[in-house]
C-alpha cells in the first residue's frame, strides 16, 4: 500500500510539472518569424547612422554615426534593468501611474523566459516579444539625434537618451501598446509605432534643436552632405529593415503580416514619386537626398495605418505625407530653425500625418480586431487618433524641455567654439572619419596624424 501511494504521489507530481510545461507552447513559425523580424529592426539603426552620416559634414560623420550606434548598448541595458518593465508591465503588477508608466514585474527580466508569453502576443515567447521590443525602443531617441548632431555634447547625449528612453518612451509605448494602456483601452490605433516612435522622437526632436541653438556658422556657412551614397545606403536599409519593424508587428507568420508588408512597400514608393515630382517641378531636378528622404517619409506615415489599411489606401496616406512633409521643411528653412535634418519635418509631421490618416483609412476588411476608420463609418476613430496624437506631443514637449535644461544645469549642452570648429569626430572621440578632407592631409605614426592631434589637443584644451 506504501508503495502504491508513493507511485500514486509521484505520478501526480509528473503530472503536474507536465501540465505546467505544456501551459504556454510557443508557435515556431510565428516565433522564427519575430526572431527575424527583431533583427530587421535592430539593422535599421546602423541603417540610420549611415543615412545621417552621410547628410553631415565630414568632420562630424563619426560622431553622427556614433549617436546611432551608442544607442544599441545604452538602451538594452537600460531595457533588462527596468525599461521593458515600465513599458508593458500591467496594472495587477501594480504599475507606477495606472494607464501611464508600468511597474516592476519585468525588472532585471525576472519572468522573461521561453516558458510564457505576454498577454498581446500568445504565440511567442515573452523574451522574443520583449527583443522585438527593444529595438524599437533603440532607434526612437536615435532618430532625434539627427536635430542635435554636430554640436551636443557626446557625453550628454548619451545620458539624454539614457533618461528620455525611460521618461518619455516607456510610458508611451506604456500607454499605446501594454493592454492597459490608457489609450489602448481608448482604442487609439498604431500598429507599428507611429505615435509610439516617430511622433515622440520627431517632436522632442524640434525641442532639443531649438533649445540648443543653432550650429555655429548656420545660414552662412555651406553644410551640404558630405557623402551622399552613404544617405542611399542608409536609406535602402531602412527600407530592408522597416519590413521587420511594421510585418513584425503582426506578432506572427500570417496573413496580417503579408498585407503590412505589402502597405510598408507601396506607401514607400508612392511617397519617393511624390517627392520626386515636387522636386521636378520646383527646381528643375530629382535629387538623391529627396528621393531617399521621401522614401524615409513614406515609411514613417505607413507605420501606424500599416496593419489596418489596403494597399490603395496605403499609397493615399505615402503621398499625401510626402506632401505635409516637404511643406513642413520649406517652413522650417523660412523660420530659419536649424533642426538639422529635418527630423520634426520628417518623422513628427510624418507620424502626425500617418496616425491620424490612420483614423481616416483604417479597414475591419483587414484586420478584424479594430472597427474600422471614417471610411469604414467611423469617424470617431479620427478624434481618438488626434487625441492620441496630442498625449504624444505633450509628453515629449514636458519631458524633453525638462531634461535638456537639467542637464544644461548640470553638464552643459554644447561643446567649446573651439571644438565645434575642429569637428566632433575628433573632439569627442579623438578619430577622423577620413584622411585628408576638410582635416588636411594627416600623416605620421598614429591613426589620426600628428598635425590633426596637436589641433586636437589645442581645442579641447580651450574647453
Known sequence: MKRLNLALTLG?????????????????????????????????????????????RSKNSLNTKMMSFIALAIVSVLWAVVGFSLAFSTDKDPNII?????????????GVDGNSAYPTAGTIPINVFMLFQLMFAIITPALISGAIIERMKFTTYMVFIAIWSLVVYAPLAHAVWSPDGFLFKM???????????????????LVAAIILGPRRGFGRTAMAPHNVPFVLLGAALLWFGWFGFNAGSAVGANG???????????????AMIVWALIELVRTGKVTAVGAATGAVVGLVAITPASGYVSIMSSMAIGAIAAVVSYSAIQIKNRLNLDDSLDVFACHGMGGITGALLTGVFAQKSVNS?????????????????????????????????????????????????QNEELGLDLADHGEAAYHGGEYGSASGSSAIGSSVTVNMGKAVAGD
Request: glycine share 14%; proline share 2%.
Open 12 to 56: 501526480l507530481m509528473l503530472a503536474g510539472t507536465a501540465s505546467a510545461a505544456d501551459a504556454f507552447k510557443a508557435d515556431t513559425g510565428d516565433t522564427a518569424w519575430m526572431l527575424v523580424s527583431s533583427a530587421l529592426v535592430m539593422l535599421m539603426t546602423p541603417g540610420l547612422a549611415f543615412f545621417y552620416g552621410g547628410l553631415v
Open 98 to 110: 495606472s494607464g501611464i508608466l508600468g511597474g516592476f514585474k519585468y525588472a532585471f527580466m525576472a
Open 187 to 205: 482604442g487609439a490605433l498604431d500598429f507599428a509605432g507611429g505615435t509610439v516612435v516617430h511622433i515622440s522622437a520627431g517632436v522632442s526632436a
Open 256 to 270: 496580417l503580416a503579408g498585407s503590412t508588408f505589402a502597405a510598408t512597400h507601396f506607401a514607400t514608393a508612392a
Open 369 to 417: 480586431a479594430i472597427t474600422g476608420g471614417l471610411i469604414d463609418g467611423n469617424p470617431g476613430q479620427v478624434v481618438t487618433q488626434a487625441l492620441a496624437v496630442l498625449f504624444a506631443i505633450v509628453l515629449a514637449v514636458v519631458g524633453t524641455v525638462v531634461l535638456m535644461y537639467a542637464l544644461k544645469a548640470i553638464m552643459g549642452l554644447r561643446p567649446s567654439n
